[in-house]
């Protein structure tokens, strides 16, 4: 690392410092560092040269500004909390819109009415069992006929009212 000792006409000393030493010393990405300059935070001198004094001060006062908006230990770990339920669940909604785009899940409402409309064409076909016996064996007579009807009916009214 290399840091260089200059005297300015005022008097005061200035350490300049290279981008990428500056970014090993507090252990930033230079994309950070970009950034951090953008903001006046990283004091830029010249090319590739920093102020060190002046960059690291604004780099800690930064830092104590983020992390008392933070607020204590508790509720940073309550925000970090937060912060990796809320990834998660954003992971989740993504993995559902792709299954959704799959075909691998439906909406609860159209499986709902399929079924509804299978258990009534089931339902309608039972109900036809009797005049179709009735047809099929004239030798029945109306009680007879009666009684199958019955013993059809009443399991199909239990269900419907099953949940009642």
Not at 49 to 64: E, I, N, P
Not at 73 to 83: F, H
Request: charged share 30%.
């Amino acid at each position: 690392m290399k840091i260089l000792d200059e005297f300015e006409l005022g008097g005061r000393a200035v350490q300049r410092i290279g981008g990428a030493d500056l970014c090993d010393l507090l252990d930033i990405s230079p994309a950070t560092l970009t950034d951090l300059k953008k903001r006046g935070i990283a004091v830029h001198l010249a090319h590739d040269s920093y102020d060190l004094r002046a960059t690291v001060r604004a780099y800690a006062a930064h830092l104590r500004s983020t992390a008392a908006r933070w607020g204590n230990e508790e509720q940073a770990e309550s925000l970090t909390a937060a912060r990796a339920r809320l990834a998660r669940e954003k992971a989740d909604e993504a993995a559902r819109r792709n299954a959704v785009a799959r075909g691998e899940l439906v909406e609860a409402a159209e499986v709902l009415r399929g079924w509804t409309e299978i258990l009534r064409q089931v339902r309608s076909r039972i109900l036809a069992v009797p005049s179709r016996v009735r047809s099929a064996l004239p030798h029945l007579d109306a009680a007879e006929v009666e009684t199958i009807d019955r013993e059809l009916r009443t399991p199909l009214e239990e269900l419907a009212h099953a949940h009642d």
